[in-house]
Every structure is written in structure tokens, then in C-alpha cells.
């Protein structure tokens, strides 16, 4: 039986397909390459292999063809917690959340590191890079050291001081930057397609971004159905490309019978595909303010915007950008209704449904679900709150009369 589905790869921009290989665009018109499976009627039932753990359940659907070039950390498999509380303060049915936070790092990012370090193995790279905020640098070096593979991470100065430690134990060669991210990224791109190192970046690479797409396997597994709608954050697209893929797939193999409405959720302080949404326009890349949702803080995304943009007026999604005072606000919301600590960016798809229920944007009677995107462990966070006490038998007594 074949491990992997995968056959080759296709141009999402002028169609044309090639062999399955190593390619980071089109080499005939350099546009975005996506993967491209022997999709056939299945059941999810028959796509899980429980041999193996967490998200390589969905081996078949990922881009590795032999089991031995996997890393693996126990990524995927995160709970999809429902939200009882929640769901009716806010206004909406049902609402499901996908929580991120479980995975080996903390964050989305791991599913994606493990298909970034696992095909780095598969096509013989010795080392792997990425420029980051914080989230994605921690992740890749943390599975290239598990899969001995060398790492060069490029962090931002102001990195979450707990995510710059971490990623300093991991990473083979840390480097500090303190200048504009978007004009690393394009240095760092041009040493990648020197071949110096594989590309662990969000922006292009068609292998890195499959792991992200078995959040969508698991969420139609748990709920037996597709939800009516989708929140995801988006900073480069990888979470919504990616998840998009997923559902597609699935429903062409006949697993699902719908796809949901798909809804971009970005930060006020960064927001070039809302933008462009709204305004009907073509996407621009736009300048960035500073945000506490660091991980969305993406003002070109590269060819991933457009191809997002395209997503969302082909299929009728919808685009909406919060500020940062939404952002703490749910962050305070889940943490008091349904017991939930995420950071400030893992609570970015949260914050958009909040306001579109508010401005009644989405009918009441729907369902939804929001991708949890990070714990919030791992964030600066508000000073804590609480009483200084005596330590007497007395006093301690007096504290509890109030149960
Ligand atoms: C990177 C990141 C995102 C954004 O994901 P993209 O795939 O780049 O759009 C969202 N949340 C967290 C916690 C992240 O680290
Ligand atoms: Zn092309």
C-alpha cells in the first residue's frame, strides 16, 4: 500500500504540473505550487492509519513517502473543545475550538515544522532556515535539532523574551535582527534559492504548509460534519490556504459534503487582505504598526495574499480585522468562560467572530469554529491580580467563607 498520495506538483497560476520534487515556484511563470494527491472516494476512516500518532494519522494526504524521513514530536491531534459558555454570551449556536495550544511547542506552528524538516530529510537538505517572530523560529529549530538537521533561525529583537530562550537551547546558528522583517525574509529567500539551506519559510514552499491542513481532517473527524463557518488568523495564509486544502480535498474524496464560509481574520495593525477584501481591489502589500498579536504582524505576505484574496471572493468568504483591544478582551473571555489561556495571536480568529456576531455579520443560528492558535504560556502577559493574605489558621479559615 502506498504510504503517500501525493503524485506531483501544479501551478495554482498558469495550471501547468510537474514531477514530485523539490520546487519552490513555477519554473515556467514563477507562481505559487501547491501538492497534488490520488484523490479517490474514501471515508476519513479509511484515510486514518492509527499506527501512528497525532497528525501522521493522515499520512496518505501529506508529501512524505517513506515513514523513516518523518519528525515527529506528537504534533496534531489537538482537542476541539466545545464552548458552552461562550457560544450564547457572544450569540452564536455552536461554536468549537480548535486549541493549538497542546502541540509540542505551543503552537500551530509544529505541524507545519514537522512536514518542513521531515521533506527537508526527504529530498537530503542538511540545513533549514527561517526568519521569525517568535512562534515559528522556536518550532523549526526545535524539530530540526529532533531530526538532526542544522538550523539556522533569524529572530526579531523584541522576540517574547520565553520564546527567544527556548529557541536559543534549539537552534544551531540564532541570529538577532533588529531591522524591517520584510526585508530579511527577501536576503534570507535569495541563500535558500542559492540552495544554502531548505526553506522553512511560510511564503512559498508547497511541503512546509501540508501539516497545517490536517487541522481541517481533524476537525471534520470530531464533529462528523463541516461547521458553517471557519475563523483563521492569517499572517502570510499558510493556517488558511492550507486548511482550505484540506476541506477541499475532502470533499472530493467525498467525506464532506460542503465546504465552510471561510473567514480571514487579521489585525488592525496589519491588515493588507482585509484591505483589499473590503475595498474589492487588488491585493497591496501594506506597512505594519505594532500590535500585541505579534505572529499576524505580516504586511506582505508574498504570493500567498493574493492566493488567499482569490479564496475568499471564490467561495464567498468574509475578511475582518481587530484591534488590540478585541484581541485582550478575548483573551479575557476564554480564559473566564471556558477556562482557556491563549495568547494574544492565538486569539485573533476569536476576536473576529466576537465582532461579527456584535455587528451581526453572521446569522445567530449558525455554527462556527476558531482556530485556538497558541497557548498563553509563551506571551508577555497583564500582571496578575490577587489578595496578599496572613498565613494563620485564622485567617486562612476566613478565606474560605465566602464558598
Ligand atoms: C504564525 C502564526 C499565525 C499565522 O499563521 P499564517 O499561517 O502565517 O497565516 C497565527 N497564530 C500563531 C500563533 C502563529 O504563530
Ligand atoms: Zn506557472
Redesign the pocket.
Known amino acids: 500500500m502506498t504510504f503517500s498520495w501525493v503524485q506531483g506538483l501544479v501551478c495554482s497560476d498558469c495550471g501547468e504540473a510537474f514531477d514530485f520534487r523539490y520546487l519552490l515556484k513555477c519554473p515556467k511563470c514563477g507562481g505559487l505550487l501547491d501538492l497534488v494527491y490520488d484523490l479517490r472516494q474514501a471515508s476519513l476512516a479509511d484515510l486514518v492509519d492509527d499506527n501512528f500518532q497525532g497528525m501522521w494519522r493522515f499520512h496518505k494526504v501529506l508529501p512524505i513517502r517513506n515513514p523513516a524521513h518523518i519528525v515527529t514530536l506528537g504534533e496534531g491531534s489537538t482537542p476541539l473543545i466545545p464552548a458552552p459558555r461562550l457560544a450564547p454570551l457572544i450569540g452564536i449556536k455552536a461554536l468549537y475550538l480548535k486549541y ?1 495550544g497542546t502541540n509540542p511547542t505551543g ?3 509544529d505541524r507545519t515544522s514537522s512536514t518542513a524538516v521531515s521533506s527537508a530529510k526527504q529530498f537530503g537538505s542538511r540545513a533549514i532556515t527561517v526568519v521569525s517572530t ?3 523560529g522556536t518550532s523549526l529549530a526545535t524539530y530540526a535539532h529532533r531530526g538532526e538537521i542544522y538550523s539556522v533561525i533569524f529572530c526579531y529583537h523584541r522576540g517574547d523574551p520565553i520564546k527567544m530562550s527556548h529557541m536559543s537551547l534549539m537552534a544551531s546558528k540564532l541570529c538577532i535582527f533588529e531591522g524591517e522583517y520584510d526585508d530579511l525574509i527577501r536576503s534570507v529567500d535569495r541563500c535558500v534559492e542559492e540552495g544554502l539551506a531548505f526553506d522553512g519559510g ?1 511564503t512559498r514552499n508547497p511541503f512546509k ?1 501540508e501539516g ?1 491542513k490536517t487541522i481541517a481532517y481533524e476537525v471534520a473527524e470530531a464533529l462528523e460534519t463541516v461547521p458553517d463557518f471557519f475563523f ?9 490556504i ?1 486548511t482550505y486544502r484540506g476541506f477541499d480535498e475532502m470533499q472530493k474524496m467525498g467525506m464532506v459534503d460542503r465546504m465552510p464560509t471561510m473567514v480571514c481574520c487579521q489585525s488592525m495593525q496589519a491588515q493588507p487582505i482585509v484591505a483589499a477584501f473590503q475595498s474589492g481591489k487588488p491585493f497591496q502589500p501594506t506597512s505594519v504598526q505594532p500590535t500585541i498579536a505579534k ?2 504582524a ?1 504586511g506582505d ?1 508574498g504570493p500567498k495574499g493574493p492566493r488567499v484574496l482569490e479564496i475568499l471572493r471564490q467561495h464567498s468568504g468574509m475578511a475582518l480585522a481587530v484591534s488590540d483591544a478585541e484581541i485582550q478582551e478575548a483573551q479575557r473571555l476564554l480564559a473566564e468562560r471556558e477556562g482557556l489561556w491563549a ?1 494574544p ?2 486569539v ?1 480568529s476569536l476576536a473576529a467572530l466576537i465582532q461579527a456576531c456584535r455587528n451581526k455579520a453572521i446569522d445567530s443560528k449558525s455554527s462556527a469554529f476558531c482556530i485556538i ?2 497557548t498563553g504560556l509563551t506571551s508577555q502577559y497583564p500582571p496578575a491580580h490577587g489578595q496578599v493574605v496572613k498565613t494563620t489558621l485564622e485567617d486562612v479559615r476566613r478565606l474560605f467563607s465566602c464558598v
Open positions: 493549538e503552537t500551530v506552528k517568535g512562534n515559528a511560510a504548509h497545517k483563521s488568523p492569517v499572517a502570510v495564509g499558510e493556517i488558511f492550507a505572529g499576524v505580516v505576505p495568547g495571536t492565538g485573533v492558535t497558541e
